[in-house]
């Protein structure tokens, strides 16, 4: 017996099971604790509230929304503003980041001056408080009476009125992608190299997907055309209140206007970082073969620097993912505020918050996923690197 | 530049100053590289041999002096620059390759661009070069998959499909293994045989005795002495240049 416990295997298998074990406890004793509680509290747990009508409004969504619909909808209300604020967001950021992490990288002596001083002071205030102070800035701006316009845009206190073309859901939702696929698609045609061309000279190419993809999105938009309506519906002042086109309410842009401009000084070191890791070697060759400076850069440096950033690129995307949960400190009904209020509504808390943690792991898994995949396709290949 | 083949040596070099900071890199260099010729330059680390070769190609900025490149003057002239660098192939110590694109399109990218050559003739001239340097069966692996002797093999190459008209090298071999070195001399000596105008940067003195037709040592940022091969390592009389040869050739 004494030898058995001297084996090594054994103790292994031994201290495996002791762990499972008392983590299997734990969990149990949870779940009976928590059960007895509620229980107590005359809470019924499960599932069925979801389909239970709220009763409440949201003040913003993409989808329609009625205090009649159940909380499932209103779930699912919740991850689509996350998501589109989180997009929105990351999206900015990214730009924001590019050009401040390009300027810290620039030989101009200014640019670099400023970029320095932007990471800074934005990267060392806290994102709560960035929040805060552009929802006073975008509170305080003209009422509707005197709202600043541009393009058919209005911009009040009251929010950001935006032209939308007067079309169905599903035809407005498959001419956004298909305007995304006209970004998208240049890009990929540009990078392949299934095609004949070499990378760099597949202009016209890349041009005629980018003019498909947005031919489709004008037949799309054209079909799908409520009848009797302008095609674009422009906000307009109406009385005291702005009517028409789509509302995107202070919250959001503030939050979105809060997370670009933190997440961009975050994702501005990434950027520079990832610059500075080309080698010099590799540009002094490309120098050397006469390539011009913007083609060293769009050839060499660029592409090799976007290897370099990646990786740490997806990790500030999750991460600036989960801060749409700012969300519930001004009052934009994302995900966590949708299920904070579905817990003072209903009552019925670990539902719902396992239904908030599944719905963030869900979204930021996918992202990670889709950056994993991105990288293992771009990934230098062997290992004799050197310069 | 190509239709106009101007008269005159290949490289001029006039009163070449160069500084770092305050630190005195190059000190008044003079030196005429004819068509054709093989110059091999040596000395010892921190002499400039390196800056003066990169001043060839503007890879650094002269401070002051003159350099010619086939009759075209390297100056502050974006063209000039272009127009030179596109004549002026470089192979460099680590070899530089770009790890993001094949062994093929290493050597492609750049006739295509720089020269708007069709994309077949350029891959026919890549696959030429690559056979010229004994790995044409590597055209389709990326630079990290390939031993430092047959990645620097692919740097020449993808040099000499530009179709330059003067190679630079930049010590070649010193970051190779031993016996990659023999591998990537032997390609350089064709390439010497063939005609080609080469400023070798090296301490390979085998190299500089099999096909040099003259060899310059430097010391301090300055041309100390310079001789055919055979003189040089014989019956020098510079006592730096003989205390630098017992040094490279004593073992």
Known sequence: ?387 | MNSTLPSGPAVRIEGLDKYYGSFHALRKINLSVERGEKIVICGPSGSGKSTLIRCVNRLEQHNGGRITVLGTELNDDVGNIDGIRREVGMVFQHFNLFPHMTVLENCMIAPMIVRKRPRAEAETTARRFLEKVRIPEQAMKFPGQLSGGQQQRVAIARALCMQPQIMLFDEPTSALDPEMIAEVLDVMVTLASEGMTMICVTHEMGFARRAADRVIFMDGGEIVEQAPPEEFFTSSRNERTRQFLSQVLGH
């Open chain 1, 1 to 387: 017996m004494v030898s058995l416990l001297r084996n090594q295997k054994v103790r292994n298998a031994l201290l495996q099971v002791l762990y499972v074990g008392s983590l299997a406890g734990m969990v149990l004793a949870c779940v009976m604790i928590a059960r007895r509680n509620l229980a107590e509290q005359g809470i019924t747990s499960g599932f069925d509230f979801l389909f239970k009508s709220t009763g409440w409004d949201v003040n913003f969504s993409l989808l329609p929304a009625t205090a009649n619909d159940p909380y499932w909808w209103y779930f699912l209300i919740g991850i689509v503003n996350t998501l589109f604020l989180g997009s929105t967001g990351l999206i900015l950021a990214t730009i924001v980041g590019t050009i401040v992490g390009l300027a810290r990288t620039s030989s101009n002596e200014l640019a670099r001056l400023l970029g320095r001083t932007y990471v800074d002071i934005f990267r060392n205030i806290p994102l709560i408080l960035q929040v805060f102070f552009w929802y006073a800035v975008i509170t305080h701006l003209p009422t509707p009476r005197a709202a600043h316009e541009a393009f058919g845009i209005l911009l009040s206190s009251r929010g950001l009125y935006v032209p939308i073309p007067n079309v169905g859901g599903v035809a407005f939702a498959a001419a956004a992608i298909a305007l995304i696929a006209a970004i998208a698609l240049p890009v990929w045609l540009g990078r392949t190299s299934r095609l004949n061309q070499p990378v760099g000279e597949r202009l016209g190419i890349q041009l005629t997907g980018a003019a498909a993809a947005l031919a489709c999105a004008v037949v799309i938009l054209a079909v799908g055309r409520l009848p009797d309506l302008a095609l674009l519906d422009f906000p307009a002042l109406q009385g005291l209140n702005i009517k028409g086109g789509l509302r995107i309410p202070p919250e959001f842009s503030a939050l979105a206007v809060a997370i670009a401009i933190y997440g961009g000084s975050y994702i501005a070191e990434i950027v520079r970082g990832g610059f500075k890791a080309v080698g010099k070697g590799q540009m002094e060759a490309a120098q050397s073969l006469g390539l011009s400076p913007w083609r060293v850069f769009t050839l060499v440096r660029l592409p090799l620097a976007l290897r370099a950033m990646l990786p740490i690129l997806a990790n500030q995307y999750v991460w600036l993912m989960k801060a749409t949960t700012m969300g519930i400190a001004v009052g934009f009904t994302d995900f966590f505020m949708i299920v904070a209020l579905t817990i003072n509504h209903s009552g019925q808390t670990l539902e719902a918050i396992g239904i908030l943690m599944a719905g963030f792991l869900a979204i930021n898994l996918s992202l990670a996923a889709v950056f994993n995949r991105i990288n293992k396709a771009i990934a230098l290949k062997g290992n004799q690197l050197r310069g």
